[in-house]
């Protein structure tokens, strides 16, 4: 009678935790965050026609342009000599990344936030698509939203993790406006 107890209670322990969920953290590690369950959900696609990530520093300026295929684009125009460079992403890799821009809402951040009289920060410039409809975030400081720092993060993780090969192509990465860090403040 013991070994059947024990029995069910092996069997009963083995098919409660078949039920669990696989969790898949997203591409980044910061604590805070929680991960986003994988179950059965339906795969939502890539939310934007094109994303343009932008940073702008004192020793250069460089985007990356995510679009609705698996290879991402980069563009370095400072300093000189431009280059252009594209990478391939895995399919679990895209996933990922699908899963980060369906996660944030950017309707709901303002188009500039910017610290006054702050020299040696990186800049950072948001370009969305969606059919006509474009926006635009602008960021200098630290005084931005949380979850858009996280967000940054993110992308900055993922561009280091990925392999970038030259390419001669002609990239268009949209107007984003004059993507410089700001001036110095004047001289007292």
């Not at 991960?35 to 343009?52: I, K, T």
């Not at 895995?90 to 006054?116: A, P, Q």
Request: one cysteine or more.
């Amino acid at each position: 009678m013991k070994k059947q107890i024990i029995l069910l209670n092996f069997l009963f322990i083995l098919i409660s935790c078949s039920k669990k969920q696989e969790v898949i953290s997203l591409p980044f590690d910061d604590q805070e965050v929680k991960s986003l369950p994988s179950g059965n959900q339906e795969a939502r696609p890539f939310p934007f026609d094109n994303f343009v990530f932008t940073l702008a520093d004192s020793l250069r300026i460089y985007s990356i342009k995510f679009a609705k295929s698996d290879t991402i684009y980069a563009h370095k125009s400072d300093p000189y000599p431009i280059e252009n460079s594209y990478a391939i992403l895995k399919s679990k890799e895209r996933e990922k990344l699908i899963k980060l821009f369906n996660g944030i809402d950017f309707t709901k951040f303002d188009s500039i936030y910017t610290e006054e009289h702050l020299y040696g920060r990186q800049a950072y410039v948001l370009g969305i698509s969606i059919g006509d409809k474009r926006k635009k975030i602008s960021l200098y400081g630290n005084k931005f939203p949380k979850e858009l720092k996280i967000f940054i993060g993110s992308l900055e993780q993922i561009n280091a993790k990925l392999k970038f090969l030259p390419t001669k192509k002609v990239l268009d990465f949209g107007y984003l406006g004059d993507v410089w860090a700001p001036p110095p403040p004047p001289s007292m």
